[in-house]
């Protein structure tokens, strides 16, 4: 099993910044890629943007250089941010972090992000 814990998210105006966090724990050896999605009110969840182990990103087109991905952590980096700039009120969402493995998909327990004046 991979367990993951969120940090970040929270009320920002339109055009500000916030970074998001994951920590994975577990078997994390079992992981080949990381990143965040998210769901908005009404809506199905979608990829924000993920990361493979050897550093490839994908990122959804309506996050392109706005959002980055990143990893680091020295247990197969097992941590996971999201830098978001430029947020948008259509940023709104709740945002969960993802860990892919050969096996399932595992996720973190969302964490808010609003976009509002």
């Known amino acids: 099993q991979v367990q993951l814990v969120e940090t970040g998210g929270g009320l920002v105006q339109p055009g500000g910044s916030l970074r998001l966090s994951c920590a994975a724990s577990?078997?994390?050896?079992?992981?080949?890629?990381m990143g965040w999605y998210r769901q908005a009110p009404g809506e199905q969840r979608e990829l924000v943007a993920t990361e493979t182990n050897d550093g490839s990103a994908n990122y959804a087109d309506s996050v392109k250089g706005r959002f980055t991905v990143s990893r680091d952590g020295d247990n197969n980096k097992n941590t996971v941010y999201l830098r978001m700039n430029s947020l948008k009120p259509e940023d709104t969402a709740i945002y969960y972090c993802?860990?892919?493995?050969?096996?399932?998909?595992?996720w973190g327990q969302g964490t808010q992000v609003t976009v509002s004046s």
């Open positions: 993802n860990a892919k493995t050969r096996g399932r998909d595992f």
């Open positions: 577990g078997r994390v050896f079992s992981i080949y890629a």
